[in-house]
């Protein structure tokens, strides 16, 4: 438990639970206030807009505008599938072109202003789509897709002529897909798939390919929003509509970039409380990949860090490779809640079996070692020199016959087994078949997750194609990486989302007593002295050492006194940010002497290195602990982010830290200690006492509050060393450096 200065922070974070289940008319999310309420202390909205874009995935009526049935031209091919696709939806198509009577049979209009009735979709198959942003919301169109290329994606002049289209749009009040974007919502989906779905959100169309052709296996999509340059409707728009979507069961998502951090969580808070899953590639983990992604899209790809963390915090599955994303997708779209974390590898090869359940423990999933009751069971139809422990060795007769489906069963009605895996790691007909047989019929009688690696590089094996993709309760995979992820991420998923309680429902409304105070010592543009930076953390309830700032010898030793020796001095300024380095700190002073010699060395220092003092600090000597960092920063994409991390030297040599965006509570940021290698430092080490954890949480939630609060007016802090000390002791900062926006 702690403290009750902690106590007293947590209460302003305790708010009402915004309502999150209202979806505005198209356009309303531009320049609508959010409710009282509604938004966090830094003004900042706490819930996500849900855009209504049924009328543009299945719009009523559709406009072609560029329309083209002149052959060679490639005006026409869109033209073809944009009218077959309206065909399938049920819309009805009108053509524009100035000089068209007809396009492939149908009226053509000349222009929007003559179209024949109101349109929910425009699509503008013109190279500059801005002229007739006017023209569309003058005829009240509700959507529009601008396919052209040249904006953000080419450097500075296309990222103007792309705000240009922004800015007409959002005075439009219609919704923009695009620019830069591509024919994949207009896709051909199989409608003889039944099951939860896929919804699918590419910045690049060529990304989606993979998962699209999830279909011949049987993988049930919805929806493919190819976002492009998201000009106005981004991928976070699309999460927040998808997650409210009864047919969808995971949202798949191919990123460059994010549009705005803030909404993309938003969006994944959404998801969250919905329980629907995210799962996404994100580009931008190296400096060349970041790089590459801006020319592509023009987005910000942000530090990867924190892009990083702000998925973990809002249960974002973050995954590296595409057939990740296709595996993990597909499974956590159809795989039942599980009823169990246990795991259980079973195989007809001892070898295989070893090998995934090394490869499943080393990454993290639960492998129970199964009861001496049930090994005494399946020892009944499996050789007893063989070990059923877990991983189960049948030793490959048993499933050639009615033994193998009375050894699956026997596995499936463990208590403690929620997910049977069996590795097959090549075709031996007609064992296999037998096998891949009983795995399907086992599958439909429980409501455990059964799973298969099926490791043939052929794949075309009728026990494959027919039997294992032929089941929808069964998921089926190629290779032992993509399985362990898969099903890792699933359990995670369904943990996470159990106990998940949304950030943004406890985010403070009001500035608290302590924002007043400390506004009264921020300095706009400058570096706040040692001595206003720890009144500001003081201001904020953080403990500091005793202290007297001092300007003379004399009222050093006077100072000292009144503080207690032992003392620490050190040098105070606007532009200190390296003491120690250069000889501007004095430890251990025992003695009035002391005292003023330090004095006297300090301030010789100071004008010979040419640093203006404010004076120096005498400084109550505090006891060792473990040393810690605490510290807030921007980024570009966030906003506010708090770091935690080993302190003193060791987070410039070690950078071990961990990173979350506020708003966050007590459990995340708990989350982040477990997070660091140097973990076990603070539970002791060599015969040394564990520190004060829960007074180190609650820095970092006060550090947390102070972002918040002071929001772009506090630019940087770093706490740096934060002395946690033995448990029951506290923590308290014994530098701090604060730069004001």
């Not at 987005?299 to 915090?313: F, I, N």
């Not at 100072?559 to 501007?584: C, F, N, R």
Request: aromatic share 6%; proline share 6%.
């Amino acid at each position: 438990m702690l403290g009750s200065t902690h106590g007293t922070l947590t209460t302003d974070f305790r708010a009402r639970v915004v309502a999150c289940g209202e979806q505005p008319r198209p356009g309303a999310v531009h320049g609508t206030a959010a409710a009282e309420g509604d938004l966090d202390v830094s003004g900042r909205p706490l819930h996500a807009p849900v855009p209504d874009l049924d009328r543009f995935f299945r719009p009523e009526s559709l406009a072609v505008i560029g329309a083209s049935d002149a052959e060679g031209r490639p005006n026409t091919g869109i033209t073809r599938q944009l009218i077959a696709w309206a065909e399938r939806v049920g819309a009805r198509v009108h053509p524009v072109h100035p000089t068209r009577e007809s396009v492939f049979g149908l009226p053509c209009s000349a222009s929007v202003a003559d179209l024949p009735e109101q349109v929910d979709l425009a699509v503008l198959l013109v190279a500059d789509p801005l002229p007739l942003i006017d023209e569309l919301a003058e005829a009240k169109v509700k959507f529009a897709v601008a396919f052209a290329s040249g904006f953000a994606e080419t450097g500075e002049d296309g990222a103007a002529a792309q705000e240009h289209l922004a800015a007409a749009v959002r005075r439009s009040g219609m919704r923009l897909l695009g620019p830069n974007t591509n024919l994949n919502a207009f896709e051909r989906f199989r409608d003889d798939l039944e099951g939860p779905a896929i919804a699918l959100i590419t910045q690049s169309g060529h990304q989606g390919r993979p998962l699209f052709a999830l279909q011949e296996l049987g993988i049930r999509l919805s929806h493919w929003a190819p976002t492009g340059n998201e000009a106005d409707l981004e991928a976070a728009d699309f999460i927040s509509y998808f997650a409210e979507r009864p047919e969808v069961g995971a949202v798949a998502c191919y990123l460059e970039g994010l549009k705005d951090g803030r909404s993309f969580l938003l969006a994944a808070d959404r998801a969250a409380r919905a329980r629907v899953p995210v799962v996404a590639v994100k580009v931008g983990r190296t400096e060349t990949g970041a790089r590459t992604a801006a020319s592509h899209t023009g987005k910000l790809t942000g530090a990867d860090q924190v892009v990083d963390a702000a998925m973990r915090q809002y249960g974002v599955i973050r995954v590296d490779g595409l057939d990740e994303l296709q595996d993990t997708s597909a499974l956590l779209a159809r795989a039942r809640p599980p009823v169990a974390d246990g795991v259980v590898v079973y195989s007809i090869s001892g070898g295989t079996g070893a090998h995934f359940a090394d490869l499943a423990t080393a990454a993290g999933l639960t492998l129970p070692t199964l009861s001496a009751a049930k090994q005494a069971e399946l020892h009944e139809w499996i050789p007893p020199y063989l070990n059923v422990s877990n991983p189960v060795d049948n030793g490959g007769h048993p499933v050639g016959d009615w033994r193998g489906r009375k050894i699956i069963d026997a596995i499936l009605a463990d208590p403690a087994v929620g997910v049977l895996i069996c590795p097959i790691t090549g075709p031996f007909p007609p064992m296999s078949d037998r096998l891949a047989r009983d795995l399907v019929e086992a599958a439909e009688q429980t409501d455990k997750l059964v799973c298969v690696v099926w490791g043939s590089p052929v794949g075309t094996e009728a026990a494959y194609r027919e039997t294992l993709l032929g089941s929808s309760r069964v998921a089926t995979f190629r290779t032992f990486a993509n399985c362990i992820g898969a099903v890792r991420a699933h359990l995670a998923h369904h943990r996470f989302t159990s106990s998940y309680r949304s950030p943004f429902d406890e985010a403070p409304r009001v500035p608290s007593p302590s924002f007043r105070k400390a506004q009264a010592l921020m300095r706009p543009g400058r570096q706040l002295s040692e001595h206003a930076a720890k009144q500001l953390l003081r201001a904020y309830g953080i403990r500091v050492p005793r202290e007297q700032l001092v300007t003379s010898a004399a009222a050093a030793v006077r100072a000292a006194g009144q503080v207690g020796y032992p003392v620490v001095m050190k040098a105070s300024g606007t532009h200190l940010a390296h003491k120690t380095e250069l000889g501007l700190v004095k430890v251990g002073l025992t003695s009035a002497s002391q005292v003023r010699d330090a004095y006297r060395e300090l301030t010789d220092i100071a004008r010979y290195e040419g640093v203006e003092l404010d004076g120096v600090l005498v400084c109550q000597m505090v006891a060792r602990g473990v040393e810690m960092v605490v510290g807030v920063t921007h980024d570009a994409l966030f906003g506010p982010t708090v770091t935690v991390g080993l302190g003193g030297v060791l987070v410039e040599v070690l950078g071990d830290a961990a990173v979350r965006v506020p708003p966050f509570g007590e459990e995340q940021a708990r989350d982040m200690l477990d997070e660091l290698r140097g973990r076990a430092l603070l539970e002791g080490v060599r015969g040394g006492p564990p520190v004060d954890v829960d007074a180190l949480v609650e820095v970092v939630l006060r550090v947390q509050r102070m972002a918040l609060e002071l929001g772009g007016d506090l630019a940087e802090l770093d706490i740096n060393p934060l002395m946690v000390l033995p448990r029951g002791q506290g923590a308290v900062a014994l530098d701090a450096l604060v730069v004001c926006s």
